[in-house]
């Protein structure tokens, strides 16, 4: 198999032939905290639920229930997700349903 380096006239394909045809929206889920300006938090992770479902495409990252969050322990990245829609309204709806979803409990 080999890799062809190929232009967009190559193909066949202009800017004005691209149309679109829906919107997506990505939401990363971090364990940063807004009140220590956006510095990652640090502690154990006791409970995880990430907001998938409805069609959501969810990309895992470090979290689950148990991990050790914060520096020299794991990626402040717990998960990522998102939703093609038709629109704008749609994407941000799916969106909002999956961040609703999404639980992460740390006692401390």
């Not at 889920?29 to 409970?47: M, S």
């Not at 639920?49 to 050790?68: P, Q």
């Not at 520096?71 to 349903?97: E, K, T, V, W």
Request: charged share 20%; with cysteine.
């Amino acid at each position: 198999m080999h890799a062809v380096q190929a232009t967009f006239a190559d193909l066949g394909l202009s800017q004005d032939t691209i149309t679109v045809r829906g919107v997506a929206i990505q939401c990363r889920v971090t364990t940063e905290d807004p009140r220590k300006n956006f510095q990652p938090d640090t502690g154990r992770i006791e409970a995880f639920r990430a907001g998938e479902g409805m069609g959501i495409r969810l990309d895992a990252g470090s979290g689950y229930a148990g991990a050790t969050t914060g520096f020299g322990n794991c990626d402040i990245f717990l998960n990522s997700s998102r939703h093609p829609s038709q629109d704008g309204a749609q994407a941000i709806g799916y969106q909002m349903a999956a961040l609703a979803y999404n639980a992460v409990w740390d006692p401390a």
